[in-house]
């Protein structure tokens, strides 16, 4: 279980809920994650995602709906045979058709959905609430009587007659379903409601309650922790907060909360959150904000004088979690409002020390300058302006970029050609790619594998500005032959040129790295 600063808790009270021990984790990445606007899975890339949430600790993943599409049915079937830790579940509406689908999968749980709100049964399916009753137990008998587990989620139930609502769950229950799902469809739950509303519920039925929200208001995670505080044993929760619209409740926020304020259980290997996180962002191309908790990439990034002083001293200062326990770490930035300690720490983290406290002081005007100017400082500005006014020699840049020519355009396949200096000496390496910045990273590659062996782990491009001469915002991620990460940035107007330095700045940061090492042991 992840580790709670019981400082945090000062002033939270937990009178008044009736909170599981444990939770289960129900994943539906795969599902209404992968019903995100403009996000199309390959069977292959579902079942990386798939592997990497057994990897987390997961309970059920829910890899599809066969019904849409024979890929989808596929991609289902392919999962429910690799996966071995956690249950693999589909989905279907009350229809055998679909139902039969799901069972073709192999999966271990069919969750079959009715709409149960006046205005979808109406509009969505054009049916009477009276209509629906019997063909939903039927459905749950079929699922049962082909010896699977049924979950069963009424659609829109926060905006069902309550009364209604209860008969069809009171029923679905009498049929065998395993668990019984609430399901804030269109994100109108606010907590203090969710809370009393799930409460009815819990109190009139046996079955173990589900969750699933959306998060139309921003609400979603709040109001499945809410429905946990009234005796949800299960949350649906989307890697991300990806899903239909403004999306699901993300996992993360909800099982870091459960743990680590809740006190409630989980299965979830909490370290592997932000490379599953990154995962997911690579293969869907959502990006996330940098301020997403958790595993955003701010979530443990300090700039401020104030913060960074607390940091050093105490981390729980500034952070209610430590970033190690869910495989991110913590960073800090020059920026407009650093302070002495940060570049302090920063000079320090270069194997630079007892620098005179004026010299310092000096260094750290000059840097709050330039950022206050807007400029991005990457790790290598840093050092040559460290470099720089300290006088110092600290890290030759092994490798530059020469010259990189880039042939590109319609119907000719995209070619690279890269010039570096490398300790001087000059190199040259060519290559075509997909496009011209996997082209270029190629050509470079060709050049350096024998000398770094590094392999590229994530790539992530973000434009600075709205236009179309917006600056290019280059983050990669690349690891050695011993395992070491390196991260590494860069920003250019040129997308090929931002991509090509962010490879070659971390190709100085592994060199760096190695003659630290080497510095550290000589001492
Ligand atoms: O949002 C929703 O109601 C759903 C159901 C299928 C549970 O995704
Ligand atoms: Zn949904």
Redesign the pocket.
Known sequence: MIRRHESNLLNVSFENMNLPNSVSIYDCTLR?GEQTPGVTLQASDKLKIAKQLEKLGVDVIEAGFPVNSGNEKEAVTLISKEVSNCEVAA?ARIIKKDINECLDCDVDIIHV?VPTSQVQLKYQIGKEPEEIINSTIEAVNYVKDHGVKCVF?A??ATRSNINYLLEIYRNVEAAGADVI?I?D?VGVMIPSSMKKFVSGITSKLKTKLSI?C?NDYGLAVANTLAAVEAGAEEVQVTVNGLG?RAGNAALEPVTVALETVYGVKTNINHKYLAETSNLVTRLTGVTLSPCTPIIGENAFTHESGIHVDGIISKPSTFEPINPEDVGQKRRIVIGKHTGKSSVKKALEELGIRNIPDNMIKELTLKLKDISAKGKILTDLDFIALVQEALKLNIYEQKVKLKELVIVTGFPITPSATVKLLINGEEKIGHSIGVGPVDAAAKAIEKILDPLTQLKLKEFSLKALTGGTDALAHVSIIVEDKEGRIFRSEAVNGDIVVASVNAVINAINKAFQAKEKEVLKSAR
């Open positions: 209404d989905l959905f989620s659609m829109d799902n399901a469809t699933h959306h239909e």
